[in-house]
């Protein structure tokens, strides 16, 4: 190979180094976008965690009581700590513990607040009522049930994950 052959035109040196810089300045841009995009889809499992709401099962009855309960939620890189609620009884053998998250437009449930549905979630932005097992009661504004959460027993106490949609 003769040197003619190794030489670099001023063309070519300054093809390679323009392409050299702008692929790394495109890296530069491109990697923080996509770890944005990415992230909060890592974080999945964090967010799945089960949360102790300080609630042995022997405190828990037919009668639904509600629990206020602290954690601690991840939106992106911003962590903060946020109170949740559930309406939690017992069902038979098993304990339910549901979002007192109105399904119309997110109101807070109460239990058995309004004298003329006795034993239902009442809902008092627009009458909404769910009976007790989260069921919405047809021609009441909600077309959903309530959510219920994931629960776990752990030690006599109560966990809670994430509440999940039914309907
Ligand atoms: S928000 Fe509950 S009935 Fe509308």
């Known amino acids: ?72 939620q991840v939106d992106a890189w911003y962590t903060s700590e946020v109170t949740g609620a559930a309406w939690v009884f017992r069902q038979g053998d098993e304990i339910i513990a549901l979002s007192p998250v109105c399904t119309h437009l997110g109101c807070t449930v109460d239990w058995n607040t309004n004298p003329d549905f006795e034993n239902q979630f009442f809902c008092p932005c627009h009458f909404g009522r769910f009976e007790l097992d989260g069921t919405n009661v047809a021609g009441t504004p909600p077309t959903r049930p309530l959510d219920v959460y994931e629960l776990e027993v752990r030690d006599g106490y109560i966990y809670l994950g994430r509440p999940i949609r039914r309907g």
């Not at 003769?2 to 300045?25: A, C, I, N, P």
């Not at 499992?45 to 309960?69: C, Q, W, Y």
Request: charged share 25%.
């Open 1 to 72: 190979m003769s040197e003619k052959d190794h030489k670099v035109s001023r063309r070519q040196f300054l093809t390679y180094t323009l392409t050299g810089v702008g692929g790394f300045m495109a890296a530069g841009m491109i990697m923080p976008m996509a770890r944005f995009a990415l992230d909060p889809a890592l974080k999945v499992g964090a967010e799945s965690d089960m949360v102790p709401i300080n609630l042995h099962v022997d405190e828990v009855t037919s009668e639904p009581i509600r629990k206020n309960f602290q954690f601690e």
